[in-house]
C-alpha cells in the first residue's frame, strides 16, 4: 500500500497506459481470431466468403484439419489456389464435380409449402487444378450437367453462364 502513496504521478499514468494496451491486445486478438463470430459477421459484409476450419473437419485426404503437421496444412493451401475477386466477368475452361445447396423448406398449416433462404453453390475445377466455387440460380443448378467440360464465364463468385458442346446455361 505504501508503494502505490509513493509513486510519482508520471509512474501511475504509465501504469494506466501498459494497462490499457493489454485490454485492447487482448480485445484484438479475440475479436480477429480465425475462428471469432465477430471476424465472420465482418466477412459477410465484405463479401468475402472463406472456408473456417468448420464444417467436416477434414481435407481431401481425410485427415482432420486439426490433426494436420504445419508441413501438410502449408503443402494444401498451395494446392488450393485463391479464387479471383475481381468485378469484371471471368471466362476459365472448367469441368463441374460437385453441386451443393442450402434450402428451409417451410410447410404452413394451410398446407402451403414455400422455401426460404435458398442457396445453390457449383464447384468447378479449372484445367490448372483451381477449386471455384461459384453460386447460382435454382435453373442453372439444376441445367449445368457433371463432368462436362465446357467454358464458365463467372463474375466474383456468382455464376453468369456455363456453356458447353451441347447448351448455355446462363444464371
Given at each position: 500500500m505504501c508503494a502505490i502513496k509513493t509513486?510519482?504521478?508520471?509512474?501511475?499514468?504509465?501504469?494506466?497506459?501498459?494497462?490499457?494496451?493489454?485490454?485492447v491486445l487482448i480485445l484484438v486478438i479475440l475479436l480477429f481470431s480465425g475462428k471469432s463470430s465477430f471476424r465472420r459477421l465482418i466477412s459477410?459484409?465484405?463479401?468475402e466468403r472463406e472456408?473456417?476450419?468448420?464444417?467436416?473437419?477434414?481435407?481431401?485426404?481425410?485427415?482432420?484439419?486439426?490433426q494436420q503437421t504445419p508441413t501438410q496444412r502449408r503443402r494444401a493451401a498451395v494446392e488450393e489456389n485463391v479464387q479471383?475477386?475481381?468485378?469484371?466477368?471471368?471466362?476459365?475452361?472448367?469441368?463441374?464435380?460437385?453441386?451443393?445447396?442450402?434450402?428451409?423448406?417451410?410447410?404452413?398449416s394451410t398446407g402451403?409449402?414455400?422455401?426460404?433462404?435458398?442457396?445453390?453453390?457449383?464447384?468447378?475445377?479449372?484445367?490448372?487444378?483451381?477449386?471455384?466455387?461459384?453460386?447460382?440460380?435454382?435453373e442453372a443448378y439444376e441445367k449445368v450437367p457433371f463432368n462436362q467440360q465446357g467454358s464458365l464465364t463467372y463474375k466474383r463468385n456468382t455464376l453468369v453462364k456455363f456453356k458447353y458442346y451441347e447448351d448455355t446455361v446462363f444464371n
Open positions: 509513486m510519482t504521478e508520471q509512474l501511475k499514468n504509465l501504469l494506466i497506459l501498459l494497462a490499457a494496451i493489454v485490454v459477410l459484409f465484405l463479401e472456408d473456417y476450419e468448420g464444417g467436416d473437419d477434414s481435407d481431401e485426404g481425410g485427415v482432420p484439419v486439426k479471383k475477386r475481381t468485378s469484371e466477368p471471368i471466362v476459365e475452361m472448367a469441368t463441374l464435380v460437385r453441386k451443393s445447396d442450402d434450402r428451409l423448406r417451410v410447410i404452413e402451403q409449402i414455400r422455401l426460404v433462404d435458398e442457396y445453390y453453390e457449383l464447384i468447378f475445377v479449372t484445367r490448372k487444378g483451381q477449386k471455384l466455387k461459384i453460386e447460382c440460380s435454382a
